[in-house]
């Protein structure tokens, strides 16, 4: 083995070893002795990796022209799965004593992302199948001799319909989610008018707002830097949150909504503004706050179904923050009333000269998305 190619190997991101025709590691690269904790070369493997499903491919392979490829769990604080993948050698002048290449591909991302999807495809038919299966029995139910009468054929039509709407509601919520998914990594680049948006929203709003006696008062600081933005998806974020402050704010009490400069948004130091919706309601619990954005997640299941919610609203939130580089903060104090405050980062400041002053402006790469 030249130096060369260990330094080589040292720059591969998945932990590869090399083993001897006895099993012994002759060469582990940064990223297997990080993981296996391999500080000494000349050691059996099983002294580093001591997984029997492992050591039986290894030793199946070893001095042979045979590849295995086996999917293992890792212990730890947080449980790892790799696809460990060994190649034999066979012993030949120029195998330089190696008798097998073993490679680990981490998994445990990929695992994730597919659990993840299988427990959406599987709670989103949920939501579905509960209206539909309402739907479907109101239909058999009017089709029966109960349907001549007038009275429960009225009432009836309203409960299907208030159930038909929920599904509406639910594939909506789900195409938005999956459209705003797709462009999550491009961010928007073209200036917005953060108050044309709010305008829209409390005029589509205002219904629900008076039926509620909830006034929504919005209120701008000064010196409000510009903001890059999407405006439909941004009138998506705010719609959302002051419909839920509507929902679960206390009826008669107003929502207010202020726009302020933020000269530090936590978490990243850059400057922009905050925009926060506030509610007198029944505030939310500290435990429950950091699972408000999680899909099809409600503090109150039946409270969020009865009030149209479909559990999607604040993960849509969140989706479309993030493609704007912003952040989502949740304040709340139960009996007194929540605010979600959603920042925005300010326009970048191009790189270069600026025009008056002749400085140059460095900006950090951290700020540079
Ligand atoms: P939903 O469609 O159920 O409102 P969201 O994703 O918008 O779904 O919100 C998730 C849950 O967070 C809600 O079901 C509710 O329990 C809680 N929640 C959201 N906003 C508020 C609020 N302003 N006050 C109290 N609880 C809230």
């Known amino acids: ?16 070893i090399l083993l001897d ?9 940064a990223a297997a002795r990080d993981l296996l904790d391999i500080t000494r070369v000349g050691q059996d493997l099983a002294m580093s990796l001591r997984h029997p499903r492992v050591l039986e491919a ?36 120029d195998a330089n004593g190696i008798g097998a290449v073993l490679v680990l591909r981490d998994l445990t991302t990929a695992r994730r992302a597919e659990q993840m999807r299988a427990d959406f495809v599987a709670n989103a038919s949920h939501e579905l199948r509960s209206p539909l299966a309402a739907l479907l029995g109101f239909i058999e139910t009017l089709e029966g001799p109960a349907g001549d009468d007038e009275e429960t054929r009225r009432r009836f039509l309203g409960i299907m319909l208030r159930e038909a709407k929920r599904m509406a509601g639910l594939i909506d919520d789900l195409l938005t989610l ?10 928007p680049t073209a200036p917005v008018d953060i108050a044309g948006v709010l305008l829209n929203v409390t005029e589509a709003l205002s219904h629900q707002a008076k039926a509620a006696n909830m006034p929504i008062r919005v209120n701008y600081g000064s010196n409000l830097p510009a903001v890059h933005g999407e405006a439909d998806q941004l009138f998506q974020v705010f719609r959302n949150l002051i419909e839920n402050a509507i929902r679960y704010g206390a009826k008669g009490e107003a929502v207010d909504v202020r726009v302020e400069p933020a000269a530090r948004i936590p978490g990243t130091g850059r400057a ?8 007198h309601g029944e505030g939310i619990p500290e435990e429950a706050i950091p699972r408000l954005t999680e899909r099809f997640y409600r503090v109150d299941k039946a409270r969020s179904k009865s009030v149209g919610g479909t559990g999607l609203g604040l993960a849509i939130v ?14 709340s104090e139960p009996g007194k009333g929540s605010t979600f405050t959603v920042y925005l980062p300010a326009e970048q400041p191009r790189q270069g000269l600026l025009p008056g002053n002749g400085e140059t402006v460095a900006i950090p790469s951290s700020d540079v998305s």
């Open 318 to 331: 969140k989706h479309i923050v993030n493609r704007h580089r912003g952040l989502l903060a949740v304040e």
């Open 1 to 16: 083995m030249v130096p060369l190619t260990d330094r080589i190997l040292d720059h591969f991101p998945d932990p590869t």
């Open 58 to 93: 290894v030793d199946q392979v070893l001095g042979r022209a045979e590849t295995r490829a086996v999917d293992i769990t890792l212990p730890g604080v947080t449980r790892r799965n790799f696809e460990m993948y060994v190649a034999g050698f066979l012993p030949a002048a």
């Open 178 to 187: 999956s459209r705003v998914e797709i462009n999550e990594h491009v961010r």
């Open 272 to 279: 922009g503004i905050a925009v926060k919706v506030t509610d």
């Open 21 to 29: 025709a006895r099993r012994a590691v002759r060469f582990a690269n």
